[in-house]
């Protein structure tokens, strides 16, 4: 009988930790499954100007001499992200918005990390892809399961969660970003709300 529950023991706690993985692994599935992200209007949009600003963005490309060859908007998103990620921490107190500040105190509440995103976004764009595409920092309406969670929020992830679109002048073609999301859970890209 002691033989048999530890066997069941050790199923139960395998099973768990098959689940758990699973369930790192799907997590922008998830996310993406169940928040959505509507346009509430747009914030200003920050050109990069600062030498500094432009240096650590330039420092923080691959060093890759083929990169003017190969990269994409994909590729452009990603760094956005992880340039962004890694210059700044998160706090839903920190109220400059502007990326040439933002970067110099290291903090960021949502309308931070998107001003921030999309400077870098638009700053690689125009390197590399001849402004085709652009950046633009949003208002979020974010909806849990098709429920808009931003009208009743007081405070925390629902209320004032900006994000950023990336859409092609020429196709329309867009990509969601939500930087905070990214450096939070690692959520590459996010799912527009259809009505």
């Known amino acids: 009988m002691k ?22 692994f799907m997590k922008g599935n998830i996310y993406r499954m169940a928040v959505k992200y509507e346009d509430g209007g747009g914030r200003k949009t920050y050109e990069v100007k600062d030498e500094a600003f432009a240096k650590y963005i330039n420092e923080n490309l691959p060093n890759d001499e083929g990169l003017d060859q190969k990269i994409n908007i994909d590729m452009i998103v990603d760094f ?33 990390y998107a001003a921030f995103s999309a400077a870098i ?20 309406k974010l909806y849990l399961f098709g429920t808009n969670k931003t009208k009743g929020a007081k405070d925390g992830w629902f209320k004032d969660h900006d994000f950023v679109i990336f859409r092609n002048k020429n196709t329309k073609e867009e990509i969601y970003i939500d930087p905070v999301a990214f450096d939070s859970y690692g959520v590459k890209r996010v799912d527009k709300y259809q009505k």
């Open 121 to 140: 976004g638009n700053y690689l764009t125009r390197m590399y892809l001849n402004s085709e595409w652009e950046a633009k920092p949003k208002k979020g």
């Open 3 to 24: 033989k048999n529950s530890k066997a069941t023991f050790i199923r139960i706690v395998v099973s768990f930790l098959i689940v758990l993985v699973f369930l790192f």
């Open 80 to 112: 956005s992200q992880e340039m962004t990620a890694k210059a700044l921490d998160f706090s839903e107190r920190a109220t400059e918005s502007d990326p040439q500040k933002t970067r110099v105190g290291g903090l960021a509440n949502y309308e931070g």
